[in-house]
C-alpha cells in the first residue's frame, strides 16, 4: 500500500506553479508581519512607531531594488515566467494590488491610533495648525533663522526646466499667482535632509501643557507656512507635499578589476538623481492635475502613484526612540558574556598565574573546547570582537585573514586589523564593495585598510562574498596553528545588537584547512573544488544541502528515523523546495523557519502535508541560519551564512560549517525546539499563503527571544 501511494505522489509535478508562492508577494507578507507589531497593543508603545517606520524603509528599498527590477524587465520585454508562473507586468500588478490595502491601513492606524495617543505619554506630533500663537512665533523665528537660509524654491516654467528630484526626497509641490499677470505657476520645494524632520521647543516653552514632555511639528508644514518668504511678491495658491522613490539597483560589470572601486563610487553618486523614478507618494488631497503633471514629468502611470492620508515618510518617526522614556519601550538588555569567557575578561590576558593558565586567553579557550556564540543574547563585543583584537595584540599572532561584508563605520574590529599590520603582522581583509546602501562605508574602510598596510582584496569576479570567516594563525612553540571563526552575521558591534546570529570559534585542523584553502581561493587564482568539512558556494553548498536532504527522504523510506528542521531568512529556491516536496512525500517531518520570504507551500496534500513553516517577528531580527538533520539519530547540524535562495547557491561566495561538539550539537537543536513552540512572536504559513500569528491558548505565553534572553542570563550557554 506505501508503495502504491508513493508511486502515485511521484506522478505529481512538483515543478507546477501550483506548488510555488511569489517571491515579492511573499516579502510584502513578511513586511504585513512587521506593520503587524505596530498594530499589536501588546508592543510596547514606542517600539510601535518603531516597527512603522521599520515597514516604511522596508518598504523604500523593496521599491528601489525589487520594483525597480521588474520595471525592467517589463521594459526589456522579457516574458519568461517565475516559478509561480508570473511575468514581470503580472507580478507588478499584484503587487500594487496587494501593497494599496495594507499602506492604508498604516497611515490610517497611525493617524487614528498612534498618532492621537501619543498625547497619554506628554508626546506629540502636532499639525502647524494646532500650535498657539506663542509656539507659532518660535517656528517662524526657527524657520528664518535655520530653515529659510538653505532653502531654494525651483520654478518650472519655460526657462527653468523640471528639476532634478534625489530619491527619498520629501518635497512640497506649489502652486503660485503672480498677482499682476494673474498668471499661475508651478515651483517645487525640497525639504531638507540635513535638519530634523520634526521641530521641537525648547525647555523654556515646556510650561505650555500643549507641549509635554516631547513636541514636535513636521518641518514640511513649518516650511509651507512660510512660504511667503520664498515667493516674495506672489500669491500662494496652494501646495501639497510628495516624495519619490528612485531605482538603486545599480549595475556593475564585475570585469572592471581595479577600477571597481571607481566604478561602483560612480554609480554611488548616480544612485540619488539618476536611477528611474519607481513610486510617487502624494498626499491624497492633491488634485489630478498636480498629480497629472508629476507623473508626466517623471515619466510614471497611475500604477506608480500612492496618494496618503497623512504624514508622508513615517520611518522618520525612528527618532523617538532616542525619548528619555524606557516604561515605552521593550525593557532593556545588555548582552551577557559566555560563561568560559568571564575568566578573561577578570584577569586580563596578560596573566601568568598558574591556577588560570588554561583559560587566560581567547586561544586558550579554544583550544579546550568550541565555543558558540549567540548574538545578541552572547555579547559580541566580548567575544568575536575581542577575540580579533587580542590576535591582533598577540605577538605570537603570524597572519589574520577575514572577510568584511557590513561593519560599522567605527569599526573597532577595521580599527584593530590596521593595528596588526601597523605592527608587523600580514593581515588580508576581503572588503566586499558590492554590498547594497553599504558601499560607500566599504570604499571607505578598504582604503584606509589599505594605507595601513592591509592587504585588500575585493573578491572573485562575477561573484558576491557574503561569507562571514575570520582566519588566525599563531605560533605555538614549534608548530603553527589556526584559529577560526565562522558566523551567520556580518562584523558589526552595532547590528550584533539588533540581530540574532551565531558564530563559531574553533581551532579544529579540518576547519583551519578548509578557510585557508578558502581564502587562497578569494585572494588569488586558486581553483579549489574541495572542501574537508565546509560547504561553500558556489562550489558544493547546492550539491551537499541537496544530499543531506535527500538522505532524509532514503531514511525515511526504509523506515528509519527522518527529520529536517532549518532556520535562515529566505526559501526561494525551486531546486530546493522540489527536493523538500519529495522528501515531505517520503514521510520526512519538516519545519521550517523562515523569517522572511518563503516560495514554498505548505500542507499540500500530497506535496507538502508533512512540512510546517513559521516566521518569528520580534524585538530582534532573526538573521542566523541552522540547518537540522536527524540522520537516522546521528544527529548533524551546521550553520553559516547562506539562505537557500539561487544568489546564495549560485552567486555567492558562502560558507557553511558542520557542528562537531555534541555539546554545541544540543545548544542548537534546543534554539530551534524553542522557536518551533513560541506561541507570541511566531506566525504559521498556511496553504494559501497567508500568515495567522499564533496566540497563546492559555496565560503561559512563549517568545523564544525571551526565553533565550533567560537562558543566557542563567548562563545556559
Not at 179 to 206: D, G, W, Y
Not at 365 to 392: C, E, G, K, N, W
Not at 694 to 717: F, H, K, T, Y
Request: overall charge negative; hydrophobic content about 40%; aromatic content about 8%.
Amino acid at each position: 500500500m506505501a508503495k502504491q501511494k508513493h508511486h502515485t505522489e511521484s506522478n505529481i509535478n512538483l515543478s507546477d506553479p501550483q506548488y510555488y508562492f511569489n517571491r515579492d508577494l511573499s516579502w510584502l507578507e513578511f513586511n504585513n508581519r512587521v506593520l503587524h507589531e505596530a498594530l499589536d497593543s501588546r508592543t510596547p508603545f514606542l517600539e510601535r512607531l518603531k516597527f512603522m517606520a521599520i515597514f516604511s524603509s522596508n518598504l523604500d528599498e523593496f521599491f528601489m531594488v525589487r520594483v525597480s527590477t521588474l520595471k525592467e524587465q517589463v521594459e526589456a520585454q522579457l516574458s519568461q515566467l517565475t516559478p509561480d508562473g508570473r511575468t514581470p507586468q503580472e507580478q507588478l500588478d499584484a503587487i500594487s494590488q496587494s501593497l494599496r490595502e495594507i499602506v492604508k491601513l498604516q497611515h490610517r492606524h497611525f493617524e487614528q491610533e498612534l498618532r492621537p495617543k501619543l498625547s497619554e505619554y506628554g508626546i506629540g506630533i502636532l499639525n502647524y495648525s494646532d500650535i498657539t500663537q506663542e509656539g507659532r512665533s518660535y517656528l517662524q523665528s526657527y524657520f528664518e533663522e535655520r530653515v529659510f537660509p538653505v532653502l531654494t524654491p525651483l520654478a518650472v516654467d519655460t526657462g527653468h526646466p523640471f528639476p532634478l528630484i534625489s530619491n527619498q526626497s520629501l518635497n512640497l509641490a506649489v502652486v503660485v499667482k503672480d498677482p499682476t499677470t494673474m498668471v499661475e505657476r508651478f515651483a517645487r520645494v525640497k525639504v531638507p535632509s540635513i535638519l530634523p524632520r520634526f521641530i521641537t521647543f525648547p525647555k523654556e516653552l515646556q510650561h505650555n501643557e500643549q507641549l509635554g514632555v516631547w513636541t514636535g511639528v513636521p518641518l514640511e508644514q513649518v516650511i509651507a507656512h512660510n512660504l511667503e518668504l520664498l515667493f516674495h511678491g506672489m500669491k500662494i495658491q496652494e501646495y501639497y507635499f510628495f516624495r519619490i522613490n528612485r531605482d538603486a539597483d545599480f549595475p556593475i560589470q564585475e570585469d572592471e578589476g581595479n577600477d571597481l572601486l571607481l566604478a561602483i563610487q560612480q554609480e554611488i553618486r548616480k544612485r540619488r538623481l539618476d536611477g528611474f523614478v519607481v513610486r510617487l507618494e502624494i498626499q491624497a488631497s492633491a488634485p489630478d492635475a498636480i498629480v497629472e503633471m508629476l507623473k508626466d514629468e517623471l515619466k510614471l502611470t497611475e500604477a506608480d502613484v500612492y496618494r496618503v492620508e497623512g504624514l508622508l515618510n513615517l520611518q522618520d518617526l525612528m527618532s523617538l526612540m532616542a525619548l528619555p522614556l524606557p516604561e515605552l519601550k521593550d525593557r532593556p538588555w545588555t548582552a551577557v558574556m559566555h560563561p568560559r569567557l568571564k575568566l578573561i575578561n577578570e584577569l586580563g590576558s596578560q596573566t601568568t598565574s598558574p591556577l588560570v593558565d588554561d583559560v587566560k586567553d581567547f586561544f586558550s579557550v579554544i583550544r579546550t573546547q568550541d565555543l558558540m556564540v549567540h548574538h545578541p543574547y552572547i555579547s559580541f563585543t566580548a567575544s568575536v570582537q575581542q577575540f580579533i583584537i587580542q590576535a591582533a595584540a598577540d605577538p605570537d599572532v603570524l597572519t589574520i585573514k577575514m572577510t568584511l561584508y557590513r561593519t560599522s563605520f567605527d569599526s573597532p574590529i577595521v580599527t584593530a586589523l590596521m593595528a596588526a599590520a601597523e605592527n608587523g603582522k600580514q593581515v588580508v581583509a576581503l572588503v566586499e564593495l558590492k554590498a547594497r546602501f553599504d558601499e560607500q562605508n566599504n570604499i571607505n574602510w578598504a582604503r584606509k585598510l589599505e594605507n595601513a598596510g592591509v592587504h585588500v582584496v575585493y573578491g572573485v569576479i562575477g561573484l558576491k562574498t557574503h561569507t562571514k570567516i575570520v582566519l588566525v594563525v599563531r605560533q605555538e612553540g614549534d608548530r603553527i596553528r589556526r584559529y577560526v571563526h565562522i558566523g551567520t552575521g556580518n562584523y558589526n558591534p552595532k547590528t550584533a545588537r539588533l540581530y540574532t546570529d551565531l558564530g563559531l570559534l574553533s581551532c579544529r585542523e579540518d576547519l583551519g584547512y578548509d578557510l585557508t584553502d578558502l581564502f587562497n581561493y578569494l585572494t588569488g587564482f586558486s581553483r579549489q573544488h574541495s572542501y574537508r568539512q565546509l560547504l561553500v558556494a558556489p562550489v558544493n553548498l547546492r550539491e551537499r544541502m541537496t544530499s543531506l536532504i535527500q538522505r532524509e527522504m532514503e531514511n525515511a523510506q526504509k523506515g528509519k528515523s527522518a527529520r529536517i528542521i532549518a532556520k535562515m531568512n529566505s526559501l526561494v529556491d525551486p531546486q530546493i523546495i522540489h527536493t523538500l516536496y519529495a522528501a515531505s512525500q517520503a514521510g520526512v517531518k519538516i519545519d521550517l523557519i523562515i523569517r522572511g520570504i518563503c516560495c514554498l507551500r505548505p500542507g499540500v496534500k500530497g506535496v507538502s502535508e508533512n512540512i510546517q513553516v513559521i516566521s518569528i517577528i520580534g524585538r530582534y531580527l532573526e538573521h542566523s541560519r541552522i540547518f537540522y538533520f536527524n540522520n537516522n539519530g546521528h544527529e548533524e547540524v551546521f550553520i553559516g551564512s547562506a539562505d537557500w535562495m539561487p544568489r546564495n547557491l549560485d552567486k555567492r561566495v558562502e560558507a557553511i560549517t558542520p557542528i562537531a561538539d555534541p555539546s554545541l550539537v544540543k545548544y542548537l537543536k534546543d534554539i530551534l525546539d524553542i522557536m518551533l513552540t513560541d506561541n507570541r512572536q511566531a506566525w504559521d504559513l498556511q496553504s494559501d499563503g497567508s500568515y495567522v500569528q499564533r496566540l497563546p491558548e492559555s496565560d503561559v505565553e512563549r517568545s523564544s527571544q525571551n526565553i533565550l534572553m533567560e537562558m543566557a542570563l542563567a548562563g545556559n550557554v
